[in-house]
Nanobody, 120 residues
Framework: QVQLVESGGGLVQAGGSLRLSCVASGSIFRINHMGWYRQAPGKQRELVAVIARGGITNYADSVKGRFTISRDNAGNTVYLQMNSLKPEDTAVYYC??????????????WGQGTLVTVSS
């Protein structure tokens, strides 16, 4: 079993900043990639940013230059620093983690989601 606990969402004015955190715990041999997705009302879930174990990152075009993803491998934690927030960033943000289990199997886990609301 692997659990993800997200934190850091909330209400912020346009132009403001928020930092999301996601901590993974449980039976984990190794964490591979970690990422953040978001789902706005009436829209499909979309990738926001992902970071590989070695630190290589990838971002959605809509957040490049404003959001920064980082990770703490020792703490099994991934962060998303969100700056210059826009109303269109309003969504539920989900943490996603790909883990290697002690059994040798890969397991992909989703967090429960944290709401980010950006007011204009």
């Amino acid at each position: 079993q692997v659990q993800l606990v997200e934190s850091g969402g909330g209400l912020v004015q346009a132009g403001g900043s928020l930092r999301l955190s996601c901590v993974a715990s449980g039976s984990i041999f190794r964490i591979n990639h970690m990422g953040w997705y978001r789902q706005a009302p009436g829209k499909q879930r979309e990738l926001v940013a992902v970071i590989a174990r070695g630190g290589i990152t990838n971002y959605a075009d809509s957040v490049k230059g404003r959001f920064t993803i980082s990770r703490d491998n020792a703490g099994n934690t991934v962060y998303l620093q969100m700056n210059s927030l826009k109303p269109e960033d309003t969504a539920v943000y989900y943490c996603n983690v790909n883990t290697l289990q002690y059994s040798g199997r890969d397991l992909e886990v989703w967090g429960q989601g944290t709401l980010v609301t950006v007011s204009s």
